[in-house]
């Protein structure tokens, strides 16, 4: 097993350890309708997957910027908790790789599909309560933290199993070039997402939810 393989499972297994030890010790919510946080989840999962079919802009190697469709896995995470958030953002992310199955390494589909797209359902981090006046700046703060890490996750696959794509730039560079494009992507769900979440009626909505 050479260097570069026994980091890349090194950096995966960190990454699965983080979101597990966020999802633990970060996810605790009063107890909610169990049957509303399945509709809920079948709602948010056939609507993100319905979205990630609108492409505002495709890349050569994957990834693409959609019409918000990181935004149901946000506000489910937001709306039950991480911890079913969580596993929400994994159904997701293996419904987008059953959308185009194309992978190099089992390491790699971990790493591109249930851990980043499991890692979405961590915005609902910081959340409080549903009434509470500082609700946006913690969806927007929660957010923040779930697409940092499923950055790192694209990253980390980039840079061990596709290595550099342009000569003028190294592996390490180009992949943290390249999968930028997340920030774009989950920059147009939370623009919606704080349109949504500054609505009178959408709080009501979220307290009703979360009785």
Known sequence: MSENTVWLYALTAFLVVLIVLLTVFCGKRPPCNRTKAVVYAAIMIAL??????VRLFSLPQGGSITLASLLPVLLYSYMFGIRKGVLVGVICG??????APWFLNPVQFLLDYPIAFGAMGL???FFRSATENKRILRFLLGSVVAVSVRYIAHVVSGIFVYGSADPSYGAVAWSFLYNAF??????????VGC?????KHITGFLADVNK
């Not at 293996?94 to 959308?99: E, K, S």
């Not at 997340?182 to 623009?191: I, S």
């Open 48 to 53: 993100s997957f319905g979205l990630s079919y």
């Open 94 to 99: 293996i419904l987008n790789f059953i959308q």
């Open 123 to 125: 915005s609902g981090i």
């Open 182 to 191: 997340v920030f774009a992507d989950c920059a147009v769900a939370l623009v």
């Open 195 to 199: 349109s949504l979440l500054a609505s």
